[in-house]
C-alpha cells in the first residue's frame, strides 16, 4: 500500500466513526420520537403539551442531521503535541462526551480558515478532506509550520498543497444550486463570518468573490454563537428574486441550520405580493426617501373638517356638529401618537361625547346614564353623523391609499409638489391596477402609519386579549406542576393547544409583517432605494444586518453607488462597517481581466484585484454580418456549449444572455436548433425543466443577477447598451453578464452593435 493509499485509508476510519456516531444519534433520535408519538392524546393537557413539545424538538433535530449528511467531515488540525481536531459541519461527541467532530463555527476551528505559516500558534498542519457521499477520495495538506516534520512526512505522502480543494471546487460543474463553502473559507472570508453581531457588516466585493456565500455562512456562524437571541426572534434572507433565493436555498440546511426566512423585497408584506413591474423611472421615483413624506401627507390630508357639517335630531332636539368639536377631537386622537386608524377610535370617541354635550346642553334637567348612552347609541347610527366623522377622520387600508396616489394624478401633485409633470406621468396607472415591487416598501409604510385595517381592528384586538389570556394561563398551569425549566415556555404550550406545535418561527414570522428579526442578511444590496431600506430597519430594530453587495453591478436607478453615503445615514458612521472582498474566485482571469477593464472605462468602481486562475481560451468574440445569421450563430453555439458543459445528470448550467427586445426570437431560434441537435429524450428534458432551474437559459441582465454559469453567451453588448435606461446602469448590467461563467465567455455581436460599444 503507498503512503498515500494509507493516508486515504487512515482518513477513512476517521470519517467512518464521525458518520458512525451521526446514525447512533439519528437513530437515538428517532427512537424518542417514535415512543413519544407512541403515547399518542393520553394524560392531562399538560402531559400532553410536554410530550408535543419534545416531539417538535426530535423532529428539527432529525431535520438538522439529515441536512448535514453530504459532507460531514471536511478537514483536520494537526497541533504541535500531535493532537488532532476533525473538522465538520456539525459537533459530534462520542458517549463520555469526548471530541469526535468540531463545529466549523466554533473558536476551535477559527485556525483551520485563518492560521497562516506567519500566525499558525500552535498549529503546525491543516488537511483538507475530500469526500463522495461517505467515501475519502481525497487529501491535500498544508503545512503551516515549516520546521515541523509534517513537511516531510506530507511531501511523502504527496498530499502536499496549497489551494487544491478551493480550485477543484471552481472547476466543477455548476447545479443551478448554490454550494456552500464550508470546507474552502478563506482568512480574509472567516474574519467577517466571525465578526460582532451588534452592528451592520457591509461587504463589498465584485462578481465571484464569495459574497453571498460569506454572508449565509455568516448567518449560520450567528445561530451558532448566538442561539438563544436568534432561536426566537430569526434572521431574514433577503434576495434580488425568487430565482435567486431557490439557488441558495440549500446553503443554510447544508451547515446545520434551518427554519430561515427567504424573502424577496416584493414578498415582505404577507398577502400581498408584487405582481407587476414598473418603469425603470417610475421604480426611482417609488423608492426617493421623499416618499415616506407623501404616503405621511396622504394620510394627514385625510383628516379635516368636512365643509358641510350635519344637524342630527334626537328626541326631537337639535344637535349640531361643530367645527371647534371637531377640532378639539381630532386633537384629542393626535395626542395618543397611535397609528391612523387606532387613533381614529379616540376621535370618534371625543365627537360622540361632543354631540352628547350639545344635547345635554339643550335640556331642563341632568340626564341620567341610561338615557345618554340610548343618545350615543341614536348618534352613532344617524347616517349624517357617520358620514361626517368618516370625512373629519376617514378610516383607511394601505391598499387603497396607495392606488389612491398613483390613479389621482392631481391629487398626486397636489401632496407631492417636488415631482414634475413627466413624473406624475410615470407614477399613474388606472385605479385598481396589481401592485409592483416598488409598491411594496410603501405599502408598508402606510401599514406602519396606518395601524390595523378598520374592519379587522376590532377582531384583532380579541385575538391578542385572548391570546394574552391563554399565554397567562399556561404561565400558572408550568408554576403549578413545576414544569418549564427552559424546555417548554407558555408560548409554547400555547401553541401546542391551539395545534400550533409543528410551526416554526421562521413560518410565523413570514406571515407576521410587524415580526422583528434578530438579524436581517441583505444580498445584491446595491440594489435597494431608501424606501426599500426604512421597509427593512423597521424589521430588525437592533440594526444587526449584513449587507452584501457590489456598487459597480447596481442596475437599479435608485440605488447605491456609494456604501458610506446610504450607511451612515441608516446606521450612523460608527454602527457599521465596511469589509472589502478582493479576490474572485469564480471567473478565469481572462474573463475577469476583461469585464473589470470595461467596467473601468465605464466610470464604475472595481474592487476585485485578481483572479485566482487562468483558463486560456476562456474569452471569445465572434463577428457576424447581420441580424439574421447572428440568431443561426448564437443557436450553433449554444448546442456545441451545451455538448460540453451540460450533463444528462443534471450539472452544467449555460446562458444566453440577451437584449430584451431579441430575446423571444432567440429563446426560439435556440430551442429550434437544440431540438434538431440533440437526441430526443435529452432535448424533452432540457425543455421540461422549470424556469429557475433551466440548464440552457436564455435571459436578460437582470434574470442572471447573483447566479453563475459555466458558459456564457453575450449576445448584441451594444444594443444591451442601447435599451438601459442610462449609460452608467447599462455598463453595470453588462459587468453583471460578462461576469457569470466559470468556464467561457462569449461575446457575439452584429458589425453594427461595434459601432455602439467597444468591448
Not at 402 to 430: C, F, G, M
Amino acid at each position: 500500500m503507498s503512503e498515500y493509499s494509507a493516508q486515504i485509508h487512515e482518513e477513512q476510519r476517521a470519517v467512518d466513526r464521525a458518520y458512525g456516531r451521526l446514525d447512533a444519534l439519528r437513530a437515538q433520535v428517532r427512537s424518542r420520537l417514535d415512543t413519544i408519538r407512541a403515547a399518542g392524546s393520553h394524560g392531562s393537557p399538560t402531559q400532553r403539551t410536554e410530550r408535543d413539545s419534545f416531539a417538535t424538538m426530535y423532529e428539527d433535530r432529525l431535520t438538522q442531521m439529515r441536512a448535514v449528511e453530504d459532507r460531514l467531515v471536511f478537514g483536520r488540525l494537526d497541533d504541535v503535541d500531535d493532537n488532532r481536531r476533525y473538522i465538520g459541519r456539525i459537533g459530534l461527541s462520542n458517549d463520555d462526551h469526548e471530541p469526535i467532530l468540531t463545529d466549523w463555527r466554533a473558536e476551535a476551528a477559527r485556525p483551520f480558515y485563518e492560521a497562516t505559516p506567519s500566525n499558525h500558534g500552535d498549529i503546525v498542519m491543516r488537511r483538507h478532506l475530500t469526500l463522495r457521499f461517505r467515501e475519502v477520495v481525497g487529501i491535500e495538506d498544508e503545512v503551516l509550520d515549516i520546521d515541523s516534520s509534517q513537511v516531510g512526512q506530507a511531501a511523502a505522502s504527496g498530499t502536499l498543497t496549497g489551494e487544491g480543494a478551493l480550485l477543484a471546487s471552481l472547476s466543477s460543474r455548476r447545479t443551478g444550486k448554490m454550494t456552500d463553502i464550508v470546507a474552502t473559507i478563506q482568512a480574509e472570508q472567516d474574519r467577517i463570518i466571525r465578526s460582532d453581531m451588534n452592528q451592520a457588516v457591509v461587504v463589498q466585493g465584485g462578481p465571484g468573490t464569495g459574497k453571498t456565500a460569506v454572508a449565509l455562512h455568516r448567518a449560520a456562524y450567528l445561530l451558532y454563537t448566538h442561539r438563544r437571541t436568534l432561536e426566537r426572534s430569526g434572521v431574514l434572507v433577503v434576495g434580488p428574486s425568487t430565482t435567486f433565493l431557490r439557488y441558495i436555498d440549500q446553503v443554510l440546511p447544508s451547515l446545520g441550520e434551518t427554519g430561515v426566512v427567504s424573502r424577496t423585497i416584493g414578498d415582505l408584506v404577507p398577502g400581498f405580493p408584487a405582481t407587476a413591474t414598473d418603469s425603470p423611472v417610475a421604480a426611482q421615483l417609488k423608492g426617493d426617501r421623499r416618499m415616506a413624506r407623501l404616503v405621511a401627507d396622504a394620510i394627514a390630508s385625510r383628516i379635516r373638517i368636512p365643509a358641510e357639517l350635519p344637524v342630527a335630531r334626537v328626541n326631537g332636539f337639535a344637535v349640531p356638529m361643530l367645527a371647534v368639536d371637531i377640532e378639539r377631537a381630532q386633537a384629542d386622537a393626535r395626542r395618543t401618537h397611535q397609528p391612523h386608524n387606532k387613533a381614529r377610535e379616540t376621535f370618534v370617541r371625543s365627537m360622540l361625547a361632543a354631540l352628547r354635550v350639545r344635547y345635554a346642553e339643550q335640556l331642563d334637567y341632568t340626564p341620567d346614564e341610561a338615557e345618554m348612552s340610548r343618545v350615543t347609541s341614536m348618534l352613532r347610527m344617524d347616517d349624517k353623523v357617520r358620514k361626517a366623522i368618516n370625512l373629519a377622520w376617514l378610516p383607511m387600508t394601505a391598499p387603497w391609499l396607495i392606488d389612491q396616489l398613483w390613479s389621482h394624478p392631481e391629487r398626486l401633485r397636489r401632496l407631492a409638489p417636488w415631482l414634475t409633470d413627466d413624473q406624475v406621468r410615470a407614477l399613474a396607472r388606472p385605479k385598481g391596477s396589481p401592485l409592483t415591487r416598488s409598491d411594496i416598501p410603501l405599502l408598508d409604510e402606510a401599514m406602519e402609519l396606518l395601524g390595523p385595517d378598520p374592519k379587522t381592528s376590532g377582531r384583532l384586538s380579541a385575538k391578542d386579549a385572548a391570546r394574552a389570556e391563554e399565554e397567562q394561563f399556561a404561565r400558572d398551569t408550568l408554576a403549578q406542576n413545576g414544569i418549564g425549566s427552559g424546555i417548554v415556555t407558555a408560548q409554547m404550550l400555547v401553541d401546542n393547544i391551539n395545534g400550533a406545535d409543528t410551526e416554526l418561527t421562521a413560518q410565523r414570522a413570514a406571515s407576521d409583517r410587524e415580526w422583528t428579526y434578530g438579524h436581517i442578511v441583505v444580498d445584491e444590496a446595491q440594489e435597494l432605494t431608501a424606501m426599500d431600506w426604512r421597509m427593512l430597519v423597521r424589521r430588525c430594530p437592533s440594526r444587526s444586518f449584513t449587507i452584501v453587495g457590489d456598487v459597480a453591478q447596481t442596475s437599479a436607478l435608485g440605488g447605491t453607488r456609494s456604501w458610506r453615503r446610504v450607511m451612515d445615514r441608516l446606521f450612523g458612521e460608527a454602527r457599521w462597517s465596511l469589509n472589502e472582498l478582493t479576490i474572485d474566485y469564480r471567473n478565469p482571469q481572462e474573463v475577469s481581466d476583461l469585464a473589470s477593464s470595461f467596467a473601468q472605462s465605464e466610470g464604475l468602481y472595481i474592487s476585485t484585484v485578481k483572479a485566482v486562475r487562468a483558463l486560456p481560451d476562456s474569452v471569445r468574440r465572434v463577428t457576424v454580418d447581420d441580424r439574421d445569421s447572428l440568431l443561426d450563430d448564437v443557436a450553433a453555439r449554444t448546442v456545441e456549449l451545451t455538448r460540453e458543459f451540460v450533463g444528462a445528470d443534471g450539472t452544467g448550467r449555460i446562458a444566453v444572455i440577451t437584449p430584451d427586445s431579441m430575446h423571444d426570437d432567440m429563446l426560439a431560434r435556440v430551442r429550434s436548433a437544440l431540438r434538431r441537435a440533440l437526441p430526443q429524450d435529452q432535448f424533452e428534458r432540457l425543455n421540461a425543466q422549470s424556469a429557475w432551474d433551466e440548464q440552457v437559459n436564455v435571459c436578460g441582465t437582470q434574470e442572471v443577477k447573483g447566479l453563475e454559469y459555466d458558459a456564457v453567451v453575450v449576445v448584441e453588448p451594444g444594443l444591451i447598451e442601447q435599451e438601459a435606461p442610462s449609460r452608467l446602469v447599462a455598463a453595470s448590467d453588462l459587468y453583471v453578464a460578462m461576469t457569470r461563467p466559470t468556464q467561457r465567455l462569449l461575446i457575439v455581436r452584429t458589425k453594427e452593435d461595434q459601432t455602439y460599444l467597444t468591448i
